[in-house]
């Protein structure tokens, strides 16, 4: 079955700079890599996806990069605010990977 | 929010027993998920139905048990519980089964076994 790596499972940084987690997967059939937030307390919440069939995708301050032949993709943060503090987890699918801890510093 | 809704919120039980995890899909949503996140596990995916029908199987254990109804509500059955089923239970939905599907999330149900 699927199987989803993400790393690192925490990172800090500090206000305006950028975040970025990866994640790799091992299923070559996967077509579908969503992005999901996590605040404490709360449902997991989609924040951007991409399909296979593009390589990148961007909404504001959030980007997603998608290597095909390498089976990984990747989660950009850019201009980091507090508010962005919170778990994130890629998937591939309907399988999460194991989540990371981003903390922004004011 | 999401327009999935779960119930109870909370719940705490004692090792044996049994509890029965509720779930109403947004809707139009044909398909129901549900996952367990426990600290060191993340979002593990256990099972998903699609129009009352099961369509895909992941680590769910054999003490549990779900199924999806007519009106498309889905219930989890956990039987025989561990203190180790003390865990976050969240049941999302998706408006069709394929694995392409974006799937939305509940606010999730506290379990403790004690």
Not at chain 1, 3 to 32: F, M, R, W
Not at chain 1, 64 to 84: C, G, M, R, W, Y
Not at chain 2, 11 to 19: P, S
């Amino acid at each position: 079955g699927e199987n989803v790596e993400q790393h690192p499972s925490t990172l800090s940084v500090q206000e305006g700079d950028s975040a970025v987690i990866k994640c790799t997967y091992s299923d070559s059939a996967s077509n579908y890599f969503p992005w999901y937030k996590q605040e404490l307390g709360k449902g997991p919440q989609l924040i951007i996806d991409i399909r296979s069939n593009v390589g990148e995708k961007k909404d504001q301050r959030i980007a997603v990069t998608l290597n095909k032949t390498a089976k990984h993709f990747s989660l950009h943060i850019t201009e980091t605010q507090p508010e962005d503090s919170a778990v994130y987890f890629c998937a591939a699918s309907t399988i999460f990977g194991q989540g990371t801890e981003l903390s922004v510093k004011p | 929010d999401s327009g999935v809704t779960q119930t109870p919120k909370h719940l705490i039980t004692a090792t044996g027993q049994r509890v029965t995890l509720r779930c109403s899909p947004r809707s139009g949503d044909l398909s129901v998920y549900w996952y367990q996140q426990s600290l060191d596990q993340g979002l593990q995916f256990l099972i998903q139905y699609y129009n009352g029908e099961e369509r895909a199987k992941g680590n769910i254990l054999e003490r549990f048990s779900a199924q999806q109804f007519p009106d498309l509500h889905s219930e989890l059955n956990l039987s025989s519980l561990e203190l180790g089923d003390s865990a976050l239970y969240f049941c999302a939905s998706s408006v069709a089964g394929g694995s392409g599907n974006t799937i939305y999330f509940g606010e999730g149900s506290w379990l403790t076994v004690v």
